[in-house]
């Protein structure tokens, strides 16, 4: 009977170890999940392929204005540059002033600016 009492022992202590070892899976599987999801596969390469076209971004409407000013040797006024632009009276003196604040023009009268050289 000795040898029934330690089978029927040896069985429990197998579905313990069964029930722990499934346990421990299940939370493996969770744990892995998340890394899964997060892994980024991109090489360095791609990542310089997907930056360079921003060196081909568009003039913004300061540096069109900077450009008219600078190309100007007399320099120009606000309606001058509202002409060749087609910008409003707002946009361009709002342009003027915050580009004269960074010193890229200078006043040489009043109303008119001149590109720093």
């Not at 202590?13 to 892994?39: D, G, I, M, N």
């Not at 600078?70 to 540059?81: F, H, P």
Request: hydrophobic share 35%.
């Amino acid at each position: 009977m000795t040898i029934t009492k330690d089978l029927q022992a040896v069985s429990k202590e197998l579905s313990k170890l069964v029930k722990q070892t499934e346990k421990l899976a299940a939370a493996l599987e969770k744990a892995e999940k998340p890394k899964a999801k997060s892994v980024k596969t991109q090489t360095k390469a791609t990542a310089v392929a997907k930056k360079a076209p921003a060196k081909a971004a568009k003039k913004t409407d300061t540096d069109r204005v900077l450009a008219i000013i600078n190309r100007s040797k007399k320099g120009l006024d606000t309606a001058a540059l509202m002409k060749k632009t087609g910008f409003n009276q707002k946009k361009v003196r709002n342009i003027l002033n915050r580009t004269y604040k960074q010193g890229k023009i200078t006043r040489v009268e009043k109303g008119i600016y001149v590109g720093v050289k």
